[in-house]
């Protein structure tokens, strides 16, 4: 293979810069076929990151989005929520942090392709799916072939549409897809009608996507959309109390089934593994792979940052060439300017679950103020090796020497499989399970494309998750037969690796076996024509390649207890009831008058003012309000509850939070993180600054 240049950058658009093309007039041609997406002739892995635009205040977009594609993401994905631009029929708002066009330019600016799920169902956790109230009153058929559903449906694509003229890609623009609807099982006749809609009005894009779950009721012809598939660590959606509860322990293990039987379970009952028919054909992409994972009321998910890193390696392990995170980036719901804008029980429809009035945090990579979460680092050196390795990956076949447990918590193998091609392969290893603390594997050796290695027996520690490479050319007929370390990136002249823990780096080099100790960035421990061999910790490879700008992260934070004050005991404890989904409800406003109440003096210090609010507390439900008005809530799993000062308003100098009490046999999950001592109680409130 030669000595490689690669670009630096994680985007699709570098593709362009390799091959010394400009993106100014015109974009390079997209294919797919059965393995991947083609960008002029060269196969790439994807990594696609969802971002809802309008969660997130528009002066902050630019610095999220380059956040973003610093964290490898390189496809922004996006919902467009009917409800957030035309709450009021016939009055369209694209202004702020509603401007599509504006999102999408920017986006442009860092070279990320963008992929548009226009709805007009989208769900989202939005209030009724993000479909406006005023059309369910309407009466016509919801997500059907009613010609008064499509008539507004019509009316809805051509608004987008004013919005991305000239922004398409054959226009030179980002948007590369777009979705149509979301979680459809009926006729595959209705997603072509929309799609006929939005070709005729001027949709012109080099594809088009559904997602792949539930299994339609009848097909949409081959080739008109590819499906994308998903899987989550836990689901808040679970009408299960109890820890571990449903089937998203299948997400730790390597399969060829693309679904997920867990996925929208509250909705569609008694999943099976089976796919709509013909859609093995396609390549296999996913959009919905879980970053991390809301609250709901009744079911305080806690996600580690171990559950998104383990299922992105299974997935990729199972053949996906593409994955999608939902949520990569979380957010805050804006102002509705009739209603709250969450979905909850009460609502006409799509009303399967209560969900917190404003945020929409989702435990995801980076959360709803931007902050980055310990995944967004662990994730990093997976999505380096997706660009730099791609192009060898896409066409490799996956294989499964062992067949996935039957059974929750089932430690008796090791999970692992490997994808190879003309004797080139990376194997794929993963010992841990959400809540199964899988034990170690010893004496573990693998045969693979008739190499056995390493030399000796080894034991995989618990929690252990690698990609082991095979027969990979370097230079000039240079081989490394095998390496017990993990590829991370591999561009100008230098190959990288990455020494898990519990794990002694063992390569083999054109048949010549090395013991590797651990070096440092900038000390390569082996040079072959050319090419450097560094080996580096996890840490390092967390943060490869980051600028020092973008490692502002690792400067030493400044933490600041800021005072409060309790101002009012908790009054009438209030009934928790039982909403139409058969799930405890949510409380409403009037609820919080018998709440808690205590007073947060904020800093007059302006470097204060642009921190994040930590607030430890212990309670059922927490709300902050600034002048009256609703700026924040939580509902308690553990961790603390998170307010950045600098969306404030200059003009707020105290802060009112509010917290009504954990109760006495709650018909609610919480993490065994949580601390559910009856009542309510606030520990440090704290502003971190860096």
């Known amino acids: 293979m030669g000595k490689r240049i690669l670009s630096i950058s994680f985007m699709l658009y570098a593709i362009c810069s390799v091959l010394n093309l400009s993106i100014l007039a015109q974009n390079p041609e997209v294919r797919w076929d059965r393995h991947s997406l083609i960008i002029d002739g060269k ?3 994807p990594v696609m990151g969802e971002v809802h635009y309008s969660r997130i205040p528009v002066s902050e977009w630019a610095d999220e989005i380059r956040k973003m594609k610093v964290g490898g993401v ?7 929520f009917w409800n957030h631009i035309e709450e009021q029929e016939g009055v369209f708002d694209w202004s702020g942090q509603r401007n599509l066009r504006h999102f999408i330019q920017l986006c442009q600016a860092e070279h990320l392709p963008v992929v548009l799920r226009i709805g007009p169902y989208c769900h989202g956790e939005v209030r009724c799916g993000g479909i406006p109230d005023w059309v369910v009153a309407t009466g016509c058929k919801l997500r059907s072939e009613d010609p008064m559903f499509l008539s507004y449906v019509e009316i809805l694509y051509r608004q987008i549409y004013t919005q991305i003229q000239g922004l398409q890609w054959k226009d030179g623009g980002p948007i590369i897809a777009c979705q149509f609807d979301n979680e459809y099982g009926g006729n ?8 006929g809609i939005a070709r005729n009005i001027g949709y012109d894009l080099p594809f088009y ?3 792949g779950w539930p299994e339609l009721r009848t097909p949409t012809p081959f080739g008109e959309m590819l499906p994308l598939y998903g899987d989550y660590a836990d689901g808040f959606w679970d009408r299960s109390t109890k820890e571990g509860a449903g089937n998203y322990w299948k997400a ?4 060829a089934f693309r679904s997920s039987t867990a996925i929208a379970s509250e909705q569609i009952k008694n999943q099976k593994e089976s796919l709509t028919l013909g859609d093995e054909q396609y390549p296999y992409f996913t959009c919905e792979l879980g970053g991390g994972m809301m609250t709901s009321y009744h079911r305080r998910v806690y996600l580690y940052p171990e559950d998104a890193y383990s299922m992105a390696l299974v997935k990729l392990g199972s053949g996906s060439n593409l994955l999608g995170y939902y949520m990569y980036h979380g957010g805050t719901n804006p102002e509705g300017k009739l209603t709250y804008l969450n979905e909850n029980q009460k609502t006409p429809v799509t009303n399967h679950n209560d969900l917190p009035v404003k945020t929409y945090d989702f435990q995801a990579p980076l959360g709803e103020f931007g902050q980055m979460n310990p995944h967004y680092y662990s994730l990093r050196p997976l999505h380096l090796f997706m660009h730099d390795f791609g192009e060898m990956l896409a066409p490799m076949e996956a294989t ?8 929750q918590y089932d430690d008796s193998f090791l999970r692992w499989s490997y994808r190879s091609k003309e004797g080139t392969a990376f194997v794929f290893v993963n010992n841990y399970e959400r809540f199964a603390n899988l034990t170690a594997k010893k004496r573990v050796q693998f045969t693979v494309e008739g190499i056995t290695f390493p030399r000796k027996p080894f034991t995989i520690p618990s929690g252990t998750m690698a990609i082991f490479p095979l027969n990979l050319s370097i230079a000039n007929g240079h081989v490394i037969n095998y390496a017990t370390a993990q590829p991370v990136a591999w561009r100008e002249g230098k190959l990288w690796f990455e020494q898990k823990t519990g794990i002694v780096a063992e390569f083999s080099i054109d048949g010549k076996v090395h013991t590797i100790k651990r070096t440092s960035l900038e000390k390569p421990f082996m040079a072959i024509d050319g090419v450097e061999l560094y080996l580096i910790t996890t840490e390092d ?8 700008i973008d490692q502002k992260t690792n400067v030493k934070s400044s933490i600041n207890r800021i005072e409060y004050s309790k101002l009012k005991e908790v009054g009438i404890f209030r009934k928790i009831t039982i909403g139409v989904q058969r799930v405890s409800e949510e409380p409403v406003d009037s609820d919080f008058d018998d709440a808690a109440v205590y007073r947060i003096e904020l800093p007059s ?7 994040m609010m930590q607030i430890e507390y212990r309670g059922d439900v927490a709300r902050l309000y600034a002048n009256g008005k609703l700026v924040g809530d939580n509902f308690y799993n553990g961790r603390p509850f998170l307010m950045g000062l600098w969306r404030l308003p200059a003009d707020v100098k105290t802060l009112e939070l509010r917290i009504l009490p954990l109760q006495k046999d709650m018909p609610v999950y919480f993490p065994s993180e949580a601390d559910t001592t009856l009542g309510e109680s606030v520990g440090r409130i704290i502003v971190q600054t860096r």
């Open 209 to 211: 996507t559904r997602t």
């Open 605 to 611: 210090d302006s470097i204060l003012r642009h921190g």
């Open 400 to 407: 499964f020497p062992v067949n996935p447990a039957t059974k």
């Open 252 to 255: 730790f293990h390597f399969k």
């Open 541 to 548: 490879a967390g943060r490869l390649f980051l600028s020092e």
């Open 188 to 195: 595959g006749s209705y997603l072509m009608a929309l799609k």
């Open 43 to 45: 196969r790439v892995v």
């Open 74 to 80: 390189t496809i922004i994905a996006t919902y467009i």
